[in-house]
């Protein structure tokens, strides 16, 4: 079965501290690895797809990295307005609907001034 | 780019009733997924609906309970019947494609509370 972790589960930093974020993940045929951003009240936002092992992607303050087993939000330099929930999820082979991703819970993010 | 609007944003239930939410994309497409996000907890693949065939159900969902319409290539509407406190949750629609071949795109949500 799919698993998703994230961790940690919250995470509290100073703004301009950096941190990364992790996420590790058990699936059978991976298609497609992503990161989402949520705020309160609002629906998942999407960040980056990543595909193959060794491939990173970088969005202002925001990289993303992927190994065969886990991936990564490093988030640097960050401000208040980084604070937001990060959702990993994955897009494995062989589900019923045929195309779905499974989400991990999130790591709340918290970023004071 | 694209719009999905829910509705309703939010609302607050009764026990034994039942409640439908809309969602509406503002350009067709394919296939529209419907999510729970429960408190706590990952987000959860309630359903697929494909316009013009029966909605595809996740294990631990079925039809009697979430029943699904999708008249068009624009709108779907998920029911959540029989309502229980259980099914306090924020319920959201997405679609695929809008923002690359394989992202979902997500509605705000509507978050229902069942007292």
């Known amino acids: 079965e799919d698993q998703v972790t994230q961790s940690p589960e919250a995470l509290r930093l100073q703004e301009g501290e950096s941190s990364s974020l992790n996420c590790s993940y058990t699936?059978?045929?991976?298609?497609?690895l992503f990161w989402y951003r949520q705020d309160p009240g609002k629906g998942p936002e999407f960040l980056f797809t990543?595909?193959?092992a060794g491939e990173e992607k970088e969005k202002e303050r925001l990289k993303a990295t992927l190994t065969k087993k886990e991936s990564f939000l490093h988030i640097t330099a960050p401000k208040p307005e980084d604070s937001a929930t990060y959702l990993c999820?994955?897009?494995?082979?062989?589900?019923?609907?045929?195309?779905?991703?499974?989400f991990g819970k999130g790591t709340s993010l918290l970023v004071t001034p | 780019s694209a719009v999905i609007s829910q509705k309703p944003s939010r609302d607050i239930c009764q026990r034994g009733t039942s409640l439908t939410i809309q969602c509406q994309v503002d350009?067709?497409?394919?296939?529209m997924f419907w999510y729970r996000q429960q408190p706590g907890q990952s987000l959860t693949l309630i359903a697929t609906?494909?316009?013009?065939?029966?909605?595809?159900?996740e294990s631990g969902f079925v039809i009697d309970k979430f029943p699904i319409s999708r008249p068009n290539l624009t709108f779907s509407t998920l029911t959540v019947s029989n309502m229980s406190p259980e099914d306090s949750s924020i319920y959201l629609c997405?679609?695929?494609?809008?923002?690359?071949?394989?992202?979902?795109?997500f509605g705000a949500g509507s978050r229902l509370t069942v007292l």
């Open positions: 699936v059978s045929g991976l298609r497609g």
């Open positions: 990543l595909y193959s």
């Open positions: 609906a494909n316009q013009g065939s029966e909605a595809t159900y």
């Open positions: 997405s679609v695929r494609g809008l923002s690359g071949a394989n992202v979902l795109t």
């Open positions: 350009s067709q497409v394919t296939m």
């Open positions: 999820a994955v897009q494995a082979g062989l589900r019923r609907s045929g195309y779905a991703l499974n």
